[in-house]
């Protein structure tokens, strides 16, 4: 490795050479240190010394990484899957790590071209890269009408709550931000974790409007100085900073978004009165039931997982209801499906999103999907059941098609949901085990017993049967079912249901699990 200026040089074989923030290495090694210090199994690996390279040397067996995917979402997965001894061998780091992969995905991570192999190896781009994303959920994660219904007090004459929910979280944060600057009578504002940053003013401004017992406003005229007490600020104020004065002063985007992140989560600062809070129907921001809340997030974090470029869902019936977003999906599933020259790109007008959300129920009519008394302005209305049926269906065609892809050696041109049944029992049984299931509404398959006989037909040393359960109560199901997840994603399959979604048995979600799995033995099998 070699220093420039701020970055680090790799050389790689061949002569290649890739270029990481020495800034980012030494901030994300302490806050893993700061996260994972009192972790039973992480601890281990720490503290990282964040002026050497052994976030890179010790982030290869995916604990890590595991373990701070279930600090940005909890219970994403279930550490008994884990390899967890202080030695293990590379296969052992395999499943860590395509279970910290796979996890990753189903939280909302876009993981572009990062096998395994790429982590085990240490490469310092890719790392540097997930981990990032990984601190980014973390941080952000809360931030929303939902978890903090005082952020009615951002909203800007003439909108409503549909405004706010547009908004990605960081753009969020920099109302949440300028308001506070606002209330302090200041003329500054701040447009972007950058250069509007650079000179710690309006830090200073914002912690004391936070806090003014404990945060006094910075007077000194150096710029380092005053991003030095803007730091002793934040940690006056109980923030577990891992910001370094010169990241405020280069202007380094991802570490002040992250700065300020942890200042809203640590002290928001927003006081609404009661009626005026009442006034607002924050009912609508829930969805039917349960089960229709966890199919969006499912939804969601598939189409994330496609990786398309310059999409990325943070709510699903805001983001969908132009129409765009559907005929980029559809264009996904069936490629070359969409005349882009008859979509319009950037609608403003209801008209507009309207035309476009009519030609893709029209499209989706023209694969094949049963879109019966679905209309545009469904869609373009936030009609959510109707929503989460066009998703649900592009996702199980997409599925299928991907199988028949890797199935085609195999004689079939086609795949059903049959041939992903029938290929199940017949797995399963090859494997000397007698359960089975007669389809994907089987009332057998809640107990996770099936589904853990799959992996574990796939890959005899996915499952550790000593911690299977008969599955008889509801806890001992639930205990098999997100065993089956992890253990499932370990082998590389990519799955997005939750562990109730099995105990329901939700057909469309265990479908979709089902042929994951069929996706990995394939895979398996052409390598």
């Known amino acids: 490795?070699?220093?420039?200026?701020?970055?680090?040089?790799?050389?790689?074989?061949?002569?290649?050479?890739?270029?990481?923030?020495?800034?980012?290495?030494?901030?994300?090694?302490?806050?893993?240190?700061?996260?994972?210090?009192?972790?039973?199994?992480?601890?281990?690996?720490?503290?990282?010394?964040?002026?050497?390279?052994?976030?890179?040397?010790?982030?290869?067996?995916?604990?890590?990484?595991?373990?701070?995917?279930?600090?940005?979402?909890?219970?994403?997965?279930?550490?008994?899957?884990?390899?967890?001894?202080?030695?293990?061998?590379?296969?052992?780091?395999?499943?860590?790590?395509?279970?910290?992969?796979?996890?990753?995905?189903?939280?909302?991570?876009?993981?572009?071209?990062?096998?395994?192999?790429?982590?085990?190896?240490?490469?310092?781009?890719?790392?540097?890269?997930?981990?990032?994303?990984?601190?980014?959920?973390?941080?952000?994660?809360?931030?929303?009408?939902?978890?903090?219904?005082?952020?009615?007090?951002?909203?800007?004459?003439?909108?409503?709550?549909?405004?706010?929910?547009?908004?990605?979280?960081?753009?969020?944060?920099?109302?949440?931000?300028?308001?506070?600057?606002?209330?302090?009578?200041?003329?500054?504002?701040?447009?972007?974790?950058?250069?509007?940053?650079?000179?710690?003013?309006?830090?200073?401004?914002?912690?004391?409007?936070?806090?003014?017992?404990?945060?006094?406003?910075?007077?000194?005229?150096?710029?380092?100085?005053?991003?030095?007490?803007?730091?002793?600020?934040?940690?006056?104020?109980?923030?577990?900073?891992?910001?370094?004065?010169?990241?405020?002063?280069?202007?380094?985007?991802?570490?002040?978004?992250?700065?300020?992140?942890?200042?809203?989560?640590?002290?928001?600062?927003?006081?609404?009165?009661?009626?005026?809070?009442?006034?607002?129907?924050?009912?609508?921001?829930?969805?039917?039931?349960?089960?229709?809340?966890?199919?969006?997030r499912v939804f969601r974090m598939w189409i994330n997982s496609l990786n398309i470029q310059d999409f990325y869902i943070n709510n699903l019936f805001e983001d969908l209801h132009d129409g765009t977003g559907i005929l980029q999906l559809e264009d996904i599933v069936q490629p070359g499906v969409v005349n882009w020259k008859k979509v319009n790109k950037n609608p403003t007008s209801k008209f507009k999103k309207v035309e476009n959300c009519n030609y893709a129920v029209n499209i989706g009519k023209e694969m094949g999907l049963s879109l019966v008394n679905i209309g545009g302005v469904d869609i373009v209305d936030k009609v959510k059941k109707l929503i989460l049926a066009i998703i649900w269906q592009l996702m199980r065609k997409y599925t299928l098609l991907v199988l028949a892809q890797l199935a085609a050696h195999e004689g079939l041109t086609e795949v059903s949901e049959d041939h992903v049944i029938q290929w199940a029992n017949q797995k399963v049984a090859s494997s000397g085990k007698s359960s089975t299931m007669r389809n994907f509404k089987d009332q057998s398959l809640k107990n996770g017993i099936f589904l853990l006989d799959l992996v574990n037909a796939i890959e005899s040393r996915a499952v550790n049967w000593e911690l299977v359960t008969p599955g008889e109560t509801n806890e001992e199901r639930l205990s098999n079912s997100k065993y089956a997840i992890s253990t499932a994603r370990k082998v590389g399959a990519c799955v997005f249901l939750t562990p109730e979604d099995i105990i329901e048995v939700k057909s469309k979600m265990i479908m979709t699990f089902v042929s994951s799995l069929w996706i990995t033995d394939l895979t398996y099998q052409r390598s």
């Open 1 to 296: 490795m070699k220093r420039t200026t701020g970055l680090l040089k790799v050389e790689g074989a061949g002569g290649a050479s890739h270029m990481f923030s020495e800034e980012e290495k030494i901030a994300f090694s302490e806050h893993i240190n700061n996260c994972l210090r009192n972790d039973p199994h992480a601890g281990r690996h720490l503290p990282l010394d964040p002026n050497s390279y052994q976030l890179f040397e010790r982030a290869g067996d995916g604990l890590i990484f595991c373990k701070l995917i279930n600090l940005a979402v909890p219970d994403t997965i279930d550490e008994r899957a884990l390899n967890k001894r202080d030695v293990i061998n590379v296969y052992q780091k395999t499943e860590n790590v395509n279970l910290a992969l796979n996890a990753a995905k189903s939280i909302g991570c876009q993981v572009v071209n990062i096998g395994a192999q790429d982590l085990i190896e240490g490469r310092p781009i890719l790392i540097l890269g997930l981990l990032w994303q990984i601190i980014k959920i973390q941080l952000l994660s809360q931030i929303s009408l939902k978890n903090f219904p005082e952020l009615v007090v951002l909203l800007q004459e003439g909108e409503d709550m549909a405004s706010l929910l547009k908004l990605p979280p960081e753009d969020i944060l920099l109302r949440w931000f300028n308001y506070h600057l606002a209330r302090s009578g200041s003329s500054r504002r701040v447009t972007n974790f950058g250069a509007d940053l650079r000179d710690s003013e309006c830090y200073s401004i914002l912690l004391n409007q936070l806090n003014p017992q404990r945060c006094a406003l910075c007077t000194e005229s150096d710029l380092t100085a005053r991003a030095q007490h803007v730091i002793r600020n934040a940690v006056a104020i109980g923030t577990a900073v891992f910001i370094h004065p010169q990241d405020i002063c280069s202007g380094n985007k991802k570490l002040n978004m992250s700065f300020v992140a942890q200042l809203f989560n640590q002290c928001p600062g927003l006081v609404v009165a009661e009626e005026v809070l009442s006034s607002f129907d924050f009912a609508s921001l829930e969805l039917d039931d349960a089960g229709d809340s966890r199919e969006e």
